[in-house]
């Protein structure tokens, strides 16, 4: 499996961005399609955004389209979720993913998602 370390989460108010940042070791970063989930507290873990391995292909869950960008840099082992217009209602322990692909431009579903990274938090403010 890859080993993931997310960075990024802080405190933001309402309307504000926070770019967070994943940084992969251990395996063939370039064979794993990434995503990013999140937790918020009393709910379950739920899919926010996901790009294949190429980085062609991406999918954002509807409370985030137009909002969230899911971006990856193969050379430098990393993705990123750049998040503006942030709500109060994404307040959330955000966890980097990956799901080995056998696939380039494929964003698998979210049950093939099995490394995850330690989270971080964000937090909106009204």
């Known amino acids: 499996q890859v080993q993931l370390v997310d960075s990024g989460g802080g405190l933001v108010q309402a309307g504000g961005s926070l770019r967070l940042s994943c940084a992969a070791s251990g395996r063939t970063f370039s064979s794993y399609a990434m995503g990013w989930f999140r937790q918020a507290p009393g709910k379950e873990r739920e899919f926010v955004a996901g790009?294949?391995?190429?980085?062609?292909?991406?999918d954002y869950a509807d409370l985030v389209k137009g909002r969230f960008t899911i971006s990856r840099d193969n050379a430098k082992n990393t993705v990123s979720l750049q998040m503006n217009s942030l709500k109060p209602e994404d307040t959330a322990v955000y966890y980097c993913s990956a799901a080995y692909s056998d696939f380039v431009t494929y964003v698998p579903p979210v049950d093939k998602y099995d490394s995850w990274g330690q989270g971080t938090q964000v937090t909106v403010s009204s």
């Open positions: 790009i294949s391995r190429s980085g062609r292909n991406t």
